[in-house]
């Protein structure tokens, strides 16, 4: 990556903070330059608007090689398909939280974000496929729209994170335990039971 490179994903980190915890109106571009070390002027060399700085910092990281290898899951039992759905899409919100944040917060205010949201949100895993094809089947309980059931999830995981976060990690003291009892849930809700 050379200079130029870094020196934008610095400002796209370092705005992506700052909008996560302050809010994007509040944020002022020249805070942003500060925490970056360089001027105002040398920022919007990288992104022409506070807006497309916004835009850059709500894109999530790719997923990994594995989610993109679509394996056949149909070998899965009902409870080890949502165990690995629900492992991989806390994982995904612990990667991108701050972007989360952001999206949840901001999305309202500015729609031009909402395709965004829907992006980061509904990517068709292969659980996602086989859950769906699962449901068709009745061999899992209804469910309306999938692209709810992921938001309301995903909702739920960054609420959970958030409140962790603004209580210095009291709430999610075992993140295993904090995962265990999303899937708990999960399973509950798709196949009946815990």
Sequence with gaps: MNKGEQTKQRIIQQARTL???TGYDATKTSDIAKSCGISEAAMYKYFSSKMELLKACVVTAEPDEETLAHPDLSPCTNEELVERYVNKR????????????????ESSRYPELSQYFDQSLYRQSAEIKEIKR???E????MIQDIFTLELGLTAGICSLLQHDQMNQGELLQNLSEFRSEMIRFMKY?????P
Excluded: P, W
């Design 19 to 21: 909008f996560s915890t």
């Design 90 to 105: 806390i994982t995904m919100i612990e990667r991108n939280h701050e972007q989360y944040n952001i999206l949840f917060a």
């Design 134 to 136: 699962r449901v068709e």
């Design 138 to 141: 009745g061999k899992m309980n």
């Design 189 to 193: 809700g798709l196949i009946g039971r």
